[in-house]
Structure formats: structure tokens, C-alpha cells
């Protein structure tokens, strides 16, 4: 009993943190093969050593086994469990794909409670149990507004609650405004604080904030059991359809946070619009209505919706919510994540108001309960599927049943607001077009967002063959984003193809745009994008030298599976004698014969 429990102690709070759960696995098996080797030496004698030979190979083979690779990245972090992982056939491609995995992983531990990884590809992203629940740049529309949308409507908050530390995002933000006196956050995993330490160009340096103080420990039984009360309240869970999550969509648990605000308190509830039916989403607006009176509908992300609940009418004016939201943090928060600024771009991320939640309730057909969790049962059936977001059909709907505005906001705002993301993104086609329209765009861009507007042009210039005015503009680019890392993804991506390409048509240019791409840029966005990239724009030189050699090896050992890449290894590593020089021969000739089999055998039926 002792050994037990002992036992017990030692695997979940010692030998799984110090080994991981691989780690483990493979000191079981040595342990028990090794004691099995002991035992049969021991009792080795003629009648039973034809058996015990037998038994004896079987525990060699299990110690040859631990030298196997295991289960890798694409097992344990890819998303595969939730249907979310890449769908090939190409066997090129499947081995692209599992090198991808591994090199995009920062690192890996074993916690507590979860499996978690960080990864590095476009951005920092964090994986619990093989499914990505938030990134420093994709999310951010949802995790840094997560709590500022409830505070910008409190007169002065200065007590906060965070569900949930994931990238730090939601409660460093809250931790910046200037009224907020503490911000206490709970966190299952203690894993998740190297994370968040990670994502400090996204989180407003929350693990530096002294405001901020986090409990290991379950949100509901701090909700039950802290003396405190708050302004604030935000809860951004992991997917409903993950066992458990459901729990923090329930009755109880929102009459746990309704009795921990202030009169005036707000209480923030994310949810997806993706993988899910009306049904289901209708019994959300069930059971937070069925504690909170007033329940707004806001939209941060493409695929998520922000109820923002509260016992008191959501009252704001205009004016003075105009001067909220162009002061910081609000000012600098809209702008990065939802790339708009203003009264009126915070606004254009309303959807509904209480009415159409009241409506949505009453349609409903069940109340999700701690008894009957009947939502998490409701999202599983619909996740990895092809089910459309239901935003759109929520913003129509709304706007046809009036429903559409603020119900209490006093005061006059104007319909027109700056959307950044929209325009970039027409901005970029038309470039990509070769289309002089996307200048016009650009220079609507310009104030707001005058490096994009740079990076669009650049494109437009290189399909114009007007190469020295490409590389000036993605030169300012792609320094710019040295420094900021909230600058638009697509567009800076493309702004590294379009430097890549410059090296291509004018090879003068070259180690101008190998410079723009040798140093990392700002929280470490589009990395592997800059890796590939400086690689490739190295290899144009015509002979190879040191930095040839650094960018391939920046690459290793997980190096793109693709042709470009393993003919430049070949070349490079041969001309330099690399000790990796005969791998790299072999694997451009695997790569060869895997290509030309596709090439011949039948399509799949």
C-alpha cells in the first residue's frame, strides 16, 4: 500500500514533469524488462530454459523497441485527434508535413494536467493534448479584447478574474488599464507559465505586471471559496467539445461568477461559431441568460463570439466611450487586434443586443447544467466536420430583427469604420493582380497602417517589373517588422515572398533582401517563412560559403522536404564537404524515387 501510493505521488508529481509521459513509458519498459532478465537468470535451470529463452528475447526486443521514434510532434501535437490535421496523400507531402511538426516545435512538457507544446511557425501558438488553443497573433482579436470589452464599459474598473492564463493576453491587457488595481487569474496547468513568459510582445508583459497574481488552481472552486469581488470578469476555456470544458459553460457556473461581481460588474463568456450548430449555440444564450438579464453579442475573431453578460443595463456614452477607447490601453489594443481604431471600430464589432439573446434563449430546447453538460456532447458532433460559421447568419439575422445596435448607447456615432484587415486584404489581391487600383487602397491605408501599405505596393511593383521601387518599399517593410509584431500577417508573409523573388529576377539585389531576412523579426512572426526563405536567397549565390552553411543548418535536422531545399543541401553540403553531405544525396534521391512512383501509380478510388 505504501509503495502505492508512494508510487502514485512520485509518477504524477515527480517522474512526469522531470521525464515527460514518453520519457516514462520508456522507463517503464526498461524497468520491467530488466527485472524480467533478473528474475530469469535467478531461476535459469534445464526443464524450463527453452521457455524462459523465449521469455528472455521478448524483453530484449521490448529494450530494442525504446530506440524507435516514438510517438513524434504529429501524434502529440498536431491536432490530428480533433480532425484538424493535414489531409495527403502524396507520401512527399506526408513526410513535408511530419518534418514540419517537429521543426516548428519549440519544446514539449508533460504537466500535471496536460500535454502541453509551444510551437513556432507563423507565430507562437500553445498545444494541450494535441489541439492548439490559442496564438499570439491569430487569437489576439479574441484574447486581448476578451476582457477589455467588459472594463470599457464598467465607469472604473479595478478588480479583475481571468479563467485561464493560456497566452497571458487577456490579463496582461486588463493589467494595463490604469484604473486596474489587480488582475487575479486561475490556471489549471502550471506549464501554461512558460507560455504566456513567451508571448510577452503580445500580453502586454503580463508574467512582468505586478498587478497580476495568478492561482494554480480550478476556476470554479475559487470562484466559490475567494473572499473577493470583481469589475471584471473574463472566461476564454479551451473548445466545449475538449471532456470538462462544458463545465465552464453551465448554470452553476455562471451563477458562481454572477455572486462574485460588483453591482456593476461584467462578465465576458468566449464562444465559437465554428464546428457547431444553432441548437447547441442557442442553449449557450439559455443558460447565460438564465442567470444574467443583459447579455450582449460582440464578435472578436472570424470564428468567435463575446457574450458579454452583466445584471445591470450596459449603459455608455458615446462621448464618453469614444474617449475610453482612443486612451490607452484600449487605443493601442484595437488598433493591434482588431486593426480599426475609434468609437466606431470598436462598435463595429457589436453583433446583437440583450433582446436577441433573450429571443435566441427562448428557442432554445435545454439548459446546460452540471447534471447534463448536454452542450459538450452538442459541439463534439459537429467538430472536424464542414459545418459553416454561423456569424454571418447571426449578423443577418440580427440586422433584419433590429437588432443590431446597442440598445442604452446615448449619443451619435457614425456608420463609417476604419476596417484595416479588410482593406489590406483587397489591397493585396489587386497588387497581386497587377491591378494600380491597389495603390488608391494603400493610401487609404496609410495612416493607420502605413508599413502594410508599403508591403502591398512592393508586390504591385515587382508584377510590374519595377524592381528597384519594390525592393526600397519592402526593405521599409520588412524592417519595420523588426519592431512591431502586430503588423498583418498576410501581408508581411507575402512582403518575404515578395523579397525572395527580387533575389531571383535581380540577383544584384540578392544580398540586400538576404539581409531583410536574416535576423528574426518581432516575437518571432513568420519564422519559418524567414527561415526557408533566407536559405533559399543565400543559395543564389554561385558558390556556397558560411552563410549558406547557417541558414541549411538553422534548418536541420527537420529540414522542408520539398526540391528547391534538398537540391540546395546537396550542392552546398557537397561543396563544402558538410559531414550531413551523403544524407543530404540520399534523401534527394529518396524525395527523386517517391516523386516519380506518385507519378506513375494509379489515383486512389
Not at 442604452?408 to 494600380?436: C, I, N, P
Not at 496609410?446 to 508599403?454: D, G, I
Request: charged fraction near 20%.
Amino acid at each position: 500500500t505504501v509503495g502505492a501510493i508512494a508510487g502514485s505521488l512520485a509518477g504524477g508529481f515527480g517522474l512526469l514533469p522531470l521525464l515527460s509521459a514518453t520519457g516514462c513509458w520508456q522507463l517503464v519498459v526498461a524497468l520491467l524488462a530488466l527485472l524480467a532478465i533478473g528474475a530469469l537468470v535467478l531461476a535459469w535451470h534445464e526443464p524450463q530454459r527453452a521457455s524462459m529463452q523465449a521469455a528472455a528475447a521478448t524483453a530484449v526486443l521490448a529494450l530494442l523497441c525504446l530506440i524507435a521514434t516514438g510517438p513524434t510532434a504529429v501524434w502529440r501535437h498536431s491536432g490530428i485527434g480533433a480532425g484538424r490535421a493535414a489531409k495527403l496523400t502524396a507520401q512527399n507531402n506526408i513526410i513535408d508535413w511530419m518534418r514540419w511538426n517537429e521543426r516548428t516545435k519549440v519544446w514539449d512538457a508533460d504537466g500535471r494536467e496536460s500535454g502541453v507544446a509551444l510551437s513556432l511557425a507563423d507565430q507562437y501558438a500553445f498545444i494541450v493534448n494535441g489541439k492548439s488553443d490559442g496564438s499570439a497573433r491569430g487569437d489576439a482579436g479574441t484574447q486581448v479584447m476578451c476582457g477589455l470589452v467588459g472594463a470599457a464599459f464598467h465607469p472604473r474598473p479595478e478588480r479583475a478574474l481571468v479563467v485561464g492564463l493560456g497566452t497571458g493576453s487577456s490579463a496582461g491587457w486588463l493589467a494595463a488599464i490604469p484604473t486596474m488595481k489587480r488582475v487575479d487569474v486561475v490556471e489549471l496547468e502550471p506549464v501554461v507559465l512558460d507560455v504566456a513568459r513567451a508571448m510577452a510582445p503580445f500580453n502586454h508583459g503580463a508574467m512582468k505586471n505586478p498587478k497580476l497574481h495568478i492561482t494554480i488552481a480550478d476556476a470554479r472552486e475559487v470562484l466559490l471559496t475567494t473572499p473577493y469581488r470583481y469589475d471584471v470578469v473574463a472566461s476564454e476555456p479551451s473548445n466545449p467539445f475538449r471532456a470538462g470544458i462544458a463545465s465552464l459553460f453551465t448554470h452553476e457556473f455562471y451563477l458562481a461568477v454572477e455572486g462574485r461581481l460588483t453591482p456593476r460588474g461584467v462578465f465576458a463568456q468566449w464562444v465559437q461559431t465554428y464546428d457547431v450548430d444553432p441548437e447547441t449555440l442557442r442553449t449557450v444564450y439559455a443558460t447565460l441568460t438564465s442567470v444574467f438579464p443583459h447579455v450582449q453579442t460582440w464578435h472578436t475573431s472570424p470564428g468567435d463570439l463575446l457574450l458579454v453578460a452583466s445584471n445591470a443595463p450596459l449603459e455608455a456614452d458615446a462621448e464618453a466611450l469614444r474617449a475610453r477607447v482612443t486612451a490607452e490601453p484600449y487605443r493601442s489594443a484595437i488598433r493591434n487586434a482588431w486593426r480599426t481604431a475609434g468609437v466606431e471600430g470598436f462598435l463595429s464589432r457589436f453583433v446583437a443586443n440583450e433582446e436577441y439573446a433573450r429571443r435566441a434563449a427562448a428557442e432554445a430546447l435545454s439548459m446546460n447544467t452540471d447534471d447534463r453538460t448536454v452542450i459538450e456532447f452538442g459541439f463534439a458532433r459537429s467538430v472536424g466536420g464542414s459545418r459553416e460559421n454561423l456569424l454571418p447568419l447571426i449578423q443577418t439575422n440580427a440586422a433584419k430583427l433590429g437588432l443590431s445596435r446597442p440598445a442604452a448607447l446615448r449619443g451619435k456615432v457614425s456608420s463609417g469604420a476604419f476596417r484595416g484587415d479588410v482593406q489590406a486584404a483587397t489591397a493585396l489581391e489587386l497588387a497581386r493582380q497587377g491591378d494600380e487600383q491597389a495603390v488608391q487602397v494603400a493610401a487609404s491605408m496609410q495612416r493607420f497602417l502605413p508599413v502594410e501599405a508599403a508591403a502591398v505596393v512592393a508586390r504591385l511593383r515587382l508584377n510590374q517589373h519595377r524592381h528597384a521601387e519594390s525592393a526600397t518599399l519592402v526593405r521599409r517593410a520588412l524592417l519595420a517588422y523588426r519592431t512591431d509584431p502586430w503588423l498583418d500577417m498576410d501581408v508581411m508573409g507575402d512582403a518575404i515572398a515578395v523579397a525572395q523573388r527580387l533575389s531571383v529576377v535581380e540577383p544584384r539585389l540578392a544580398p540586400a533582401m538576404y539581409e531583410l531576412v536574416s535576423r528574426p523579426y518581432a516575437g518571432q512572426m513568420l519564422d519559418n517563412d524567414r527561415r526557408i526563405a533566407r536559405a533559399i536567397i543565400a543559395g543564389r549565390a554561385p558558390r556556397c560559403g558560411k552563410l549558406q552553411i547557417a541558414a541549411l543548418e538553422d534548418l536541420e535536422p527537420n529540414t522542408p522536404y520539398r526540391a528547391d531545399i534538398l537540391r540546395l543541401r546537396v550542392r552546398c553540403y557537397g561543396e563544402t564537404r558538410h559531414p550531413l553531405a551523403e544524407r543530404a544525396r540520399q534523401e534527394l534521391r529518396d524525395f527523386a524515387a517517391k516523386d516519380v512512383e506518385e507519378l506513375v501509380s494509379p489515383p486512389p478510388q
